[in-house]
């Protein structure tokens, strides 16, 4: 039973560049979450996408956007990078509108 | 504006012991708490979670307790293993009255539980 995937595992960009980070849900999921974590902190909620549309959105900027496929995968696309930018970008699955999400490794990325 | 605290940044227990890890929160409508585990580069893993409704969810070694009316909740781990020894974060989610989410989990900072043997 594969859980959730994460590509890249790491990557680094210059400030003022654009980055896709990618996610699979685990099996039988359909809706995913993406959060960012800061070093020492909390994961803090992104969005997530249900039936392919933004269902809800945090307190993150436009230039934070995202998609949905129909196979549920899901993009998350950060355009003008800030070196605040820098974070480990988690990606989490659930079934429907479930409470419990269940997360994948994340995409450690640096921006310098 | 942090709606969910976990007011210790450490812990540190013995093998064979009870670890208590607790968490606050401010925001009423939260009607269903979390607490994951996280390992240094992994991701968070799901442990046990507790509906408002209940005071008391268990799974196994895990127990999950809730105050309402102090609007707090502790997670306590008997006996606890030096396997245990990982960062626990406590989350909070709000949902609708036919018992689905609206999405967002709104975790706390993270304790981190050290288990010497």
């Known amino acids: 039973d594969a859980g959730v995937t994460q590509s890249p595992t790491h990557l680094i960009k210059t400030r003022g560049q654009q980055v896709t980070l990618r996610c699979s849900p685990k099996?039988?999921?359909?809706?995913v979450s993406w959060y960012q974590q800061a070093l020492g902190q909390g994961p803090q909620f992104i969005f997530q996408y249900y039936e392919e549309e933004e269902r809800q959105r945090g307190n993150f900027p436009d230039r934070f956007s995202g998609h949905q496929f129909p196979n549920y995968s899901s993009e998350l696309n950060v355009n003008a990078l800030l070196l605040g930018d820098s974070a480990l970008y988690l990606c989490a699955s659930t079934m429907g509108l479930a409470y419990e999400q269940f997360f994948g490794p994340g995409t450690r990325l640096t921006v310098l | 504006d942090q709606q969910v605290k976990q007011n210790s940044p450490s812990l540190s227990v013995q093998e064979g012991r009870i670890s208590i890890l607790n968490c606050d929160y401010t925001n009423s409508m939260f009607d269903y708490f979390l607490w994951y585990k996280k390992y240094p580069a992994e991701g968070p893993t799901f442990l046990i979670s507790i509906s408002s409704i209940k005071d008391k969810n268990e799974d196994g070694r895990f127990t999950v307790f809730l105050n309402k009316s102090a609007k707090h909740l502790s997670l306590h781990i008997v006996p606890s293993q030096p396997g245990d020894s990982a960062v626990y974060f406590c989350a909070a989610s709000a949902g609708n009255a036919g018992g689905t989410s609206y999405g967002k989990l709104t975790f706390g900072q993270g304790t981190i539980l050290t288990v010497h043997p």
């Open positions: 099996s039988g999921h359909d809706t």
